[in-house]
Nanobody, 115 residues
Framework: QVQLVESGGGLVQPGGSLRLSCVASGSIFRLNDMDWYRQAPGKERELVATITSIGRTIYADSVKGRFTISRLNAKDMVYLQMNSLKPEDTAVYYC?????????WGQGTQVRVSS
């Protein structure tokens, strides 16, 4: 059973930073591509960033230059460093992976950017 658990969300002022963490269990983590998605109120869930098993990173245009995805295979962790946060970054952020065609999601962590 693959489990993903996120942490690190919260309330931050515009221009601030947060780091989200996701710990994975139940799979050979180092072999998996890992993603961060987000879903804002009334909007569809969108892909924010991906890090492949070999460390290649891909970002949505809306977060390029502000967000950094990274992983620490020794601890089965994936991170999302978010800088220069904007109100439009407010959303629930989800950790995700897909293994043999099955998607696995964490429970989500709320990020709110507001003054």
């Amino acid at each position: 059973q693959v489990q993903l658990v996120e942490s690190g969300g919260g309330l931050v002022q515009p221009g601030g930073s947060l780091r989200l963490s996701c710990v994975a269990s139940g799979s050979i983590f180092r072999l998996n591509d890992m993603d961060w998605y987000r879903q804002a109120p009334g909007k569809e869930r969108e892909l924010v960033a991906t890090i492949t098993s070999i460390g290649r990173t891909i970002y949505a245009d809306s977060v390029k230059g502000r967000f950094t995805i990274s992983r620490l295979n020794a601890k089965d962790m994936v991170y999302l460093q978010m800088n220069s946060l904007k109100p439009e970054d407010t959303a629930v952020y989800y950790c995700h992976t897909e293994i043999y065609g099955t998607s696995y999601w964490g429970q989500g962590t709320q990020v709110r950017v507001s003054s």
